[in-house]
């Protein structure tokens, strides 16, 4: 409920691209965390569910694979650009964004918080 | 600078205080610490590592060395450089303790060469791990730091492990970084106004905070909260939001933080805004008193954290002023 979850997606965060559409989204937590950690990923693109490919740090990738980088950073200023079908124009996205925070551990199993971020924006797709 | 008179504790900033200026197009680092040491911010300057160093927890030496001739030029101090312990990082499990160590030595490290002389860790950080780190400390001469931050007391009991772990071995080179957090006097304002703004009805922000006040220990407060909550028809989010009130939020006395000595390597000055000169969330005459006399002479980081709630105020002017504060309540005779 904070001003980083209203810059998940930014005015400017879809791009029209040769295969279809790039969605830009900005962590809402405040320091870098591992790909891993990335728990959370649910889009929706005018009410229809996509499982997107993602590029961070200059490698693009599918959705799954980022349960295994433990090793890798979503830096702070950093996008994580989604890859989903699409074309110009105005689309309304739908993002849950799930943040396992793996450094505070809740309950005494020590489980690690689960912080969420959820975004409902319509917004025009620009050739970049 | 704010420079305090010889024998008091130093002043600076935590660069975590400016979390929503990083975010701004154009910004970097550099220009962040050329800004904090133009406005005088300092002469302490604290970073969180994993926010402010691209590549953490490799340390990228072009960066080391802009990062120290920047903290030079501007007339800095490296106080301290927040480090993490993550230990989830793996899915399904946590990291072993010879995981943990090593996940935590290459930033030892890291802050060495970057000239810090302190780091901090989270009370995740248990004796085990920071038993095993001590001859690494003591070779870089890095100082390393539990954060005691609400809701940790001093007699939760992973810091009354700490305690004497600190009392057995005779260190200098490991102890406490309290946190102001842990000692406040009344909910910010800032809470209270984001929870409006995200609908959260008033009754149940009050009963929140009736909650909070009452005597008794935080950890014993969850559960009343949560079915007097929902008995209240709130949803799980909003649940959620009224126990991060209780988390957020200390309630140990200030004279408390005697027992703290002579085992503080730093000190974080958490704050949500001050106003005419002072703050209303947190008694900063209190724990500052007991700061002075305990002879404390190291820094106090200002950390401004109204940012997770709001960015209608200037982080800048609120570090400043939150230094002044400081600077003439240690100074008072």
Redesign the interface.
Same mark, same amino acid.
């Given at each position: 409920m904070g001003p980083l979850d209203d810059q998940v997606l930014r005015d400017d965060a879809v791009t029209v691209t040769p295969d279809g559409l790039d969605i830009a989204v900005h962590t809402h937590w405040y320091r870098a965390l591992p790909l891993s950690c990335v728990v959370r990923l649910d889009v929706t693109v005018d009410g229809t569910p996509v499982v997107p490919d993602v590029t961070v740090n200059g490698v693009r990738r599918t959705r799954a694979e980022l349960a295994d980088l433990t090793g890798e950073y979503w830096f702070t200023t950093d996008p994580l650009i989604l890859h989903v079908p699409g074309t110009a124009g105005e689309h309304r996205v739908e993002l849950d964004l799930g943040l396992s925070i793996p450094y505070i551990l809740t309950g005494p199993d020590r489980r690690p918080l689960l912080s969420a971020s959820r975004a409902d924006r319509t917004l025009t797709a620009r050739r970049p | 600078m704010t420079d305090t008179a010889a024998g008091l504790p130093r002043l600076g900033i935590t660069l975590?205080s400016l979390?929503?200026e /990083? &975010?701004r197009p154009g910004t970097d680092l550099i220009g962040l610490i050329r800004e904090v040491g133009a406005r005088g911010l300092g002469p302490g300057l604290e970073m969180?590592a994993? /926010?402010?160093l &691209?590549?953490?927890p490799r340390l990228d030496e072009t960066l080391a060395q802009a990062v120290r001739g920047a903290l030079d030029d501007a007339g800095l101090t490296p106080s301290c450089l927040a480090i $993490?312990? =993550?230990? %989830?990082? &793996?899915?399904g499990r946590?990291l072993s303790d010879d995981e943990a160590h090593d996940y935590l030595a290459v930033q030892l490290r890291g802050a060495a060469a970057l000239g810090f002389p302190v780091v901090r860790v989270?009370a995740?950080c248990g004796p085990a791990v920071l038993t095993r780190l001590l001859p690494l400390a003591e070779e870089l001469r890095v100082r390393i730091g539990v954060e005691i931050h609400s809701p940790l007391t001093l007699d939760a009991p992973p810091v009354a492990a700490l305690k004497e772990l600190f009392t057995r071995l005779d260190t200098e080179w490991l102890g406490f970084i309290p946190d102001f957090s842990a000692s406040m006097r009344a909910i910010p304002g800032a809470v209270t106004d !984001?929870?409006r703004? !995200?609908g959260i009805p008033p009754e149940l922000t009050g009963l929140a905070t009736r909650i909070w006040a009452e005597p008794g220990p935080t950890m014993a407060k969850f559960g009343d909260l949560e079915r007097r909550a929902a008995a209240l028809g709130a949803r799980p989010d909003q649940i959620g $939001?009224l126990t991060m009130l209780l988390t957020m939020h200390g309630r140990m006395r200030p004279d408390r933080w005697a027992d703290f000595f002579p085992h503080v390597v730093h000190v974080h000055g958490k704050f949500y805004g001050v106003t005419d000169g002072q703050d209303p969330s947190i008694d900063y005459p209190a724990v500052l008193a007991v700061l002075r006399e305990q002879k404390y002479t190291g820094f106090i980081s200002s950390e401004y954290e109204a940012? %997770?709630?709001? =960015?209608r105020h200037d982080a800048f002017d609120q570090v400043a002023a939150h230094q002044r504060m400081c600077k003439t309540l240690l100074e008072a005779r």
């Open positions: - | 975590f979390t929503l /990083q &975010r969180v994993f /926010q402010s &691209r590549g953490w $993490n312990l =993550d230990l %989830a990082l &793996r899915p946590l989270g995740e !984001a929870h703004a !995200a $939001n940012h %997770a709630y709001t =960015d």
